[in-house]
């Protein structure tokens, strides 16, 4: 996951510590040291090299990534992935062959997730 959206380099560090700025979660989600970790790995090194400084930068990559992430793209993946799970293995029970394909459909996914946050509070079981 970190590796694709955010390179363990100089450049990924730089552009993902501009985003977080720009959305208003370094501060927010980052502890000091954390912030200052990557403020000197950014100032020393081009690529890190060390697995033991990649495993804790991943952490914090991590954590930096979720911050950022969207309320819809955080609900598609807490709510509507494992709801449309639920549905297509019920369909399925029920004889509906293409319902496997709806566990991996995005819009689906994203249609069900849009549905949970505009649901009325006081229907919610």
């Known amino acids: 996951m970190t590796s694709k959206l955010c390179p363990l380099n100089r450049r990924g560090l730089v552009m993902l510590r501009v985003k977080a700025f720009r959305r208003r979660v370094w ?3 980052l502890s000091g040291m954390e912030r200052g970790l990557i403020n000197s790995v950014i100032k020393v090194v081009d690529k890190v090299r060390s697995t033991l400084l990649a495993k804790v930068l991943t952490s914090i990559v991590k954590k930096l990534l979720t911050a950022l992430e969207s309320r819809v793209t955080r609900m598609m993946r807490e709510v509507g992935q494992p709801l449309a799970k639920k549905i297509s293995l019920i369909a399925q029970s029920w004889g509906n062959k293409s319902a496997k394909e709806w566990m991996t459909n995005k819009g689906f996914t994203q249609f069900l997730a849009v549905t949970t946050m505009n649901t ?4 919610k079981a």
């Open 27 to 29: 501060f927010k989600t």
């Open 120 to 123: 009325l509070s006081s229907f």
